[in-house]
Structure formats: C-alpha cells, structure tokens
C-alpha cells in the first residue's frame, strides 16, 4: 500500500517534499542542545522512516539520494570527504530499512526499523572510518557510537510511531485524499 | 494502537549482541608486536605489520632497516663486518639484531602468541 | 560562465594538489589557503570541530607506532611520526572540506532531471522554514510538524522557477575565471614546494 495518487509528477513532488522535510529537520536538530558531542537523534531520518509506508521502492532510493545530496548542498559538503559518510550511512540504513518493512511488516513496528537503520548506518560509517579517518582505532569507537546509536534510534522509532499515529497530513495521504 | 511487537524485541536483542561483541575490541589491540630501535641514545618504534624503511646514524655512519610482510632486517649499514646485515630477518618477539660497531639495537617485543606445538618446542 | 561553475571547476582541478601533497608543512599552508577562501565568500569557520577532528584523528594514528617515541605510557609508546601522520591526515580531511565549501558558495545547479528534482527540493524546503515561523504553538512538535504539513498540502503550489538568473557580463566573468585560475597557481604552488621537499621536513 503506497501513497495512492496515480500522477507520476505528484508523486515525485511529494518525494522532493518529504526530501525537504529531512532538510528542515536536520536544521532543527542543529538547534537541539546534545549532552555528548557527535550525538545525534538522527530526526532528518523521519522522512524515510515516514516515506516506508507511502512510496515505492525506486520512490525511496531517490528520496535517500535527495536527502544526501541536499543536505550536501547546504552544509557545503557535498564535495569532501564527509559526503561519503552520508551516503555510507543512509544507504544502508535505507536498505536493511527497507528490507525490514517490506518482508516483516507484521511483526515489527516503526521502533524496530527505526533501530535496524541505525544500527546499519552506524556499522557503514564506522566501517568507512576505518578506511578514512582512524585505521585500527575504529574499533575502538565502535561501542560508544553503537550504544549511542541504539538509544537514540529508539527516540526516533517512538517519535516516528507516534507522528504515524496522530498525523492528520498522514491519515489523510493514505486515504489518498490530500 | 501498534504496540512493541516480537519483531522489534529480536532487533533490539540483535543490537545488543553486536554492541556486545564491538567490546570485544578492547581486549585485542595491546600486545601487537613492535620494532624497537635503540640508536643515538634514542628509543624508535615501528609497526611489525606496516611495511616501511628508516635510516639510523651512529658512530660510523647509517644503519637502514627494512620492515615488510611482518618481518624486519637490516637493508644497508656502514659498517666495517656487515654482521648485522648477515644476520638476516627477524620475525618473532624477542629476536633481536645488533650493530655494535655503529651502535644500533633492533628488537621486537610483543606478547609470544602461542602456536600449535610452540609449547613442546621449547620444553623438549 | 557562470561564477558557481567557475569555482566548481576551480574545485576540480585544485583536488589533485591537495590529495597528491606529502608535506606536513605544506598540507598546513594549504588548508589555511582555502580556509580563508571559503570564509572570505560567506562561509563560517568553526575552531572546534576542526579541533576535535585533529586530535582524534592524530591520536588514532598512535596505535600503530611510527618513528622517534616522544614518551612511553607504561607500555604504550608515543611516536612522533604516527601522530605527524596522523595530522597531516587531518590537515588533508580538513582542505578538502573547506575547499567543497568554496565550491558550493555560488549554489551551483546539478545538470537534467536530478537537478530539477534538487531545486524543487529547496523550493520546498523555503516554504517550510516560511510557514514553521508562522505555526504556534510549536509544542507538541508532533501536532505541530502535522499543521504545517498539512498546511503545506492544502495551500496548494505557488509557482516557482528554477532559473537563478544570473546577469553575467563578459568582464566580471572574465575576472571571475582570473581570480580562480589566481588560487588554482598557488594550492599547486604550495603542492610543489612540498614534494619537492623545500618546506622543512617535520
């Protein structure tokens, strides 16, 4: 079941909209005080764990690939090193995301994809790093990125389940009457 | 209302098995093993796994060591003898080599991982 | 030409020199060169993420000891040449984030449909900042995220192009393409002092 609009130019409006969410949360979690540094709640990642249950799979490898390349833009990474991180970790979170929705839609909620998305993009970048920025010393940072990872992706998945629940916008986008 | 559901519960439980096991990474990286050079009343420390050269001077001259493949020895050294460079490579914890004309101390130090049959090798 | 595709091709060409130097010295200069560059167009520059970047980047490096030990914690020895390596890793990481901050300084526009869809993107992305000043309360987020959604959808499209017009006339262009070309000679001027070893050897 997908966002039921038939009009293939809306329907990719409504990806570069849901892109342009994950770019007005970014700024919002910007503004968000953290008590650990590199602390993230990841909210820009709500569009695509929103996105799950309204598009189809090309739908959502694009919104992941406007998400990367927007926020490149405006934080003016997109030419360096941190780009790939950002594709690394929303890949493969968008993936094992995706994967999970689609085959184990009845025995998991929002909560678990949320947590397997992170858990994917953390392993992705750390990987990454090891390469890139630490060598060896990558292993090093695994837990403490990981734990943070787990926590905060509950956060997320709790949120996520929530907006699902009470959004008015989304009741009304599955009954295909926006 | 969708509640926590089997499914979420197994990939937390997954999660935390693979936080558990990135712990595991503490225990493993001391007791990597080194090249230690003493020269110039210095101490240098190399990497045995990193291949590399590096150049010492002493008394008569420069003594070059080689590191490749986890192994190291002595590449060129102005000695009169060359003892140093006859002696070859060296691979183990607790090896060493010595150019004593020119003041150079090369050694590896390391925990001695144990290996099928090391144990009776050294007890008989 | 237009001025972000000057810059973006100023980008290019200037990667090479950044990634192929193998002085510590010169890596150094090169990083203050376009962090100065991307400041002077508008962009900020942040003294403690570079910071943390540097220092956890060096230290990461000490794992695998390279070179003179500066000190010994018990066993554990402190190399100078792991922690040059180290940083002069960082320095590189840190000329290339701020020479892609350069690049992006004039909003260059992606060719075809992708760039259509990335303008529409940022289209959007205005009228949502535009609309989350009006929305009150912002409390609860989740309600009030759903109001401007909504609002989003119902209010319909106002039109909007995708045409940043330009007015490029021949002699700023001209100067443009100088000015560039200015900052191309010296990163590749600071890459050749460096490997050819004229900065002193750290």
Known sequence: MTYPSSSPKVRIEFVALLAACALFLSTVEYLIPKPVPFMRIGLANLPL????????????????????????????????????????????????????????????????????????SNV???????????????KLIAPP???????????????????EQNSAWYRSLRKGSL | MKKIRLGDIIIFLLSLVLIGASFGSYGKLSGK???????????????????????????????????????????????????CIAAGWISSAGEWIICLPNNVFIRIEGSIEPQAGGVDDISF | MKTANIRLA?????????????????????????????????????????????????????????????????????????????????????????????????????????????????????????????ITPKRPFIKAIDNMLLQLSVGGKEPFSTQVKEKASVTSSARNIGKNTLHLIILWTLFVLGNLAIFPVI
């Open chain 2, 33 to 83: 093993p080194e090249v230690r050079v003493q020269a110039e009343g210095r101490e240098w420390v190399y990497d045995l796994s990193v291949n590399t050269t590096a150049s010492f001077s002493g008394p008569v001259g420069t003594t070059s060591i080689e590191i490749h493949d986890g192994k190291v020895h002595v590449l060129a050294s102005d000695c009169r003898n060359k003892v």
């Open chain 3, 10 to 134: 100023m980008g290019l060409l200037t990667l090479p020199a950044i990634l192929l130097q193998k002085s510590f010295i010169g890596i150094i200069l090169q990083a203050l060169y376009v962090i100065v560059l991307a400041v002077s167009h508008g962009r900020r520059f942040r003294i403690l993420p570079n910071l943390i970047l540097l220092f956890s980047v060096s230290s990461a490096h000490l794992l695998q000891p390279h070179g003179l030990q500066l000190f010994s914690i018990g066993n554990f020895a402190i190399t100078a040449g792991a922690l040059v390596l180290g940083a002069r890793k960082a320095f590189t990481l840190i000329a290339l984030l701020y020479l892609s901050h350069y690049m992006v300084t004039a909003r260059p526009n992606f060719p075809g449909k992708l760039g259509k869809l990335i303008s529409l993107q940022f289209y959007y992305f205005e009228r949502i900042t535009t609309i989350w000043r009006t």
């Open chain 1, 145 to 163: 990125f990981l734990v943070v990872g787990l926590i905060s992706s509950i956060i997320l998945g709790v949120f996520a389940q929530q907006f």
């Open chain 1, 124 to 138: 992705a970048q750390l990987t990454l790093s090891q390469y890139l920025l630490f060598g060896a010393a990558a």
């Open chain 1, 49 to 120: 764990i929103i996105g799950l249950g309204l598009l189809t799979k090309r739908e959502y490898i694009l919104l992941a690939l406007l998400k990367v390349l927007g926020q490149g833009l405006i934080t003016g990474t997109i030419f360096s090193y941190i780009i790939l991180f950002s594709i690394a970790g929303t890949f493969a979170s968008t993936l094992l995301m995706y994967i999970v929705y689609r085959f184990f839609k009845q025995w998991v909620s929002l909560i678990g994809v949320s947590i397997a998305g992170a858990m994917a």
